[in-house]
């Protein structure tokens, strides 16, 4: 069994200091918005207390367990590989909340916004949901700019920045457990500034298309960050749909894509290695079945709405690459819209995007290799073959075989997907007057990081409602298993410290 010294936990909780430091620093960011928008000067001090109490309270962890192995009274006792794997997910977990709450506290010290709708704001800006409970029109500028910030920062994820400004291998370690598969480059550090080089161009240059598109350079560079982060809040009441343009349409489609693509798929995109993403599975997968929702959803516009044939296609394009992305733009409201075509939304918002992006769902990748999977069995049942046909599919880094034991985690997580959205969708019908339909599609929004809803979800939300929505984007966005195994550290830790250790002088702390 491989193990490791318990020391390196003291160099894994400095990581949880780091990106509290981190998440500090990003609160300031808004206030470059007061230049522009002197009146929202008078929320200064929203900002800036919450500001300070991370950087405090960051840099106290930070100092306090980056304290060297040799210090005296440290633990030597070596942890298995389970237990150090379940510590990180804490501490990424811990990272997380500790943002959300942090991203709540200016709402709340404006007066904006009551508590559990502050933190539903912040849970939905930092998971890149983009569900809402604020009306927007008459949000101040610097607040519409925090929400957007917050998705941008979300979709790279606290562990890829914080790997930018340090090279430490504990900090590297915890990479994973925020739910990047991939290294694009053969440093992790390098990885992470080539991901943050690729989306800051792509925002540059996304904003100055929004800009030439019509847009004013405020909504303009909102809507990118929310795009490229597949996050979906916009500065205005109809989202992407209020502005009626086609070329912004195009823009905005083009953009969420990007950000729902692999990153190391965007790393060859790039490089302009064309024929090679052509090749990826996922690429593949997401093409045709975009191809076919966007045809369904037209057919279904035109043929039941009796929209113009342009207009169906434009329309069927942006909702379903939104649904499909997990970005949460629409083109319209969906009050009168087909119950066919909301089922079709609820599908694609259920598959979600692609591994490793900002995207979320179920993820392309697991359900193209479920399907393969199903297909043979299916075969083989039938026919009575014995063959055993190998499972393949096309990475960014070439052709890779999936062995067994990942079908069978990625029919796991399937079911566990499941199993969490029927149960999110069952809370809210016990705890609220809402219909069947408008629950399952705001939870499947909610757990898919989507941000699509029937109107279910908005300023007027029930708490209860809203806590549950607040569960399945946390869920959703750190993909369900590092929350179990971050509770279960949690657990392992609570019952260590109540449970009386046998020798004192030599008890360890799992940290």
Same mark, same amino acid.
């Given at each position: ?67 060297? &192995? !040799? ?29 959300? @709450? &942090? ?34 029109? &008459? @949000? ?5 700019? !925090? ?13 890829? /920045? ?17 739910? !990047? ?8 550090? %390098? ?31 909102? !809507? ?40 190391? @798929? ?8 064309? %024929? ?36 169906s296609l434009q329309k069927a394009a942006i909702d379903a690459v939104s649904a499909l992305s997990t970005s949460g733009f629409s083109s319209m409201s969906y009050a009168s819209w ?9 599908? #694609? ?19 193209? #290799? ?20 190998? @499972? ?15 079908? %069978? ?63 399945? /984007?946390?869920?959703? %966005? ?34």
């Open positions: 069994m491989n193990r490791q010294p318990a020391a390196s936990a003291w160099n894994d909780w400095s990581s949880l200091g780091k990106m509290m430091v981190l998440i500090g620093g990003l609160c300031l960011v808004p206030l470059t918005m007061i230049p522009f928008y002197p009146a929202d000067s008078q929320y200064l001090s929203c900002f800036l207390l919450p500001s300070a109490l991370s950087v405090i309270l960051g840099g106290a962890i930070w100092i306090r367990c980056s304290q060297p &192995a !040799h210090a005296p009274g440290f633990c030597r006792e070596r942890e298995n590989r389970p237990a150090i794997t379940r510590r990180r997910s804490l501490i990424v977990l811990a990272a997380w909340i500790w943002a959300f @709450v &942090a991203g709540a506290l200016p709402f709340i010290l404006a007066g904006l916004l009551r508590l559990v709708p502050a933190l539903f704001e912040a849970v939905s800006g930092w998971a890149t949901t983009g569900l809402s409970a604020m009306d927007v029109a &008459a @949000v101040p500028k610097i607040f519409l700019f !925090h929400r957007s910030f917050m998705q941008f920062c979300g979709g790279l994820g606290f562990v890829m /920045m914080m790997v930018i400004a340090t090279s430490g291998t504990h900090d590297i370690r915890l990479f994973e457990s925020e739910g !990047h598969p991939d290294q694009l480059m053969p440093g992790l550090k %390098r990885t992470a500034r080539t991901v943050l080089a690729l989306f800051a161009g792509f925002l540059a240059v996304g904003t100055l298309a929004l800009t030439v598109c019509g847009m004013s350079w405020f909504d303009a560079v909102n !809507h990118a960050m929310c795009a490229l982060s597949t996050g979906g809040f916009s500065t205005r009441a109809g989202s992407i749909g209020e502005y009626q343009s086609l070329s912004i349409d195009l823009v905005t489609i083009v953009l969420m894509l990007i950000g729902t693509t692999n990153f190391a @798929v965007l790393l060859l995109l790039a490089k302009g290695r064309i %024929r090679q993403i052509l090749k990826v599975t996922e690429v593949r997968f997401m093409a045709g079945l975009l191809l076919v929702a966007i045809g369904l959803l037209a057919w279904i516009l035109y043929s039941q709405l009796h929209l113009p044939w342009q207009e087909p119950a066919a075509a909301i089922g079709l939304l609820m599908v #694609l918002m259920v598959i979600g995007g692609g591994m490793g992006s900002t995207a979320g769902g179920i993820k392309l990748l697991r359900i193209c #290799l479920a399907s393969k999977a199903l297909r043979f069995w299916t075969r083989r049942q039938v026919t009575d073959s014995s063959e055993i046909t190998p @499972v393949t599919y096309v990475r960014a880094q070439g052709k890779t075989t999936a062995s067994r034991d990942m079908i %069978r985690s990625v029919f796991g997580y399937i079911a566990l997907y499941l199993t969490i959205l029927v149960t999110g969708t069952l809370l809210i019908c016990l705890i609220s007057d809402l219909t069947l339909t408008d629950s399952f599609f705001d939870f499947a929004s909610s757990l898919g990081t989507v941000g699509l809803s029937l109107g279910a979800t908005g300023p007027q939300t029930a708490d209860g409602v809203l806590l549950v929505e607040m569960a399945g /984007m946390l869920l959703g %966005r750190l993909e369900i298993l590092i929350v179990f195994k971050g509770v279960y550290s949690l657990k392992e830790i609570i019952s260590q410290r109540l449970r009386k250790p046998r020798f004192p002088e030599n008890h360890c702390s799992l940290l």
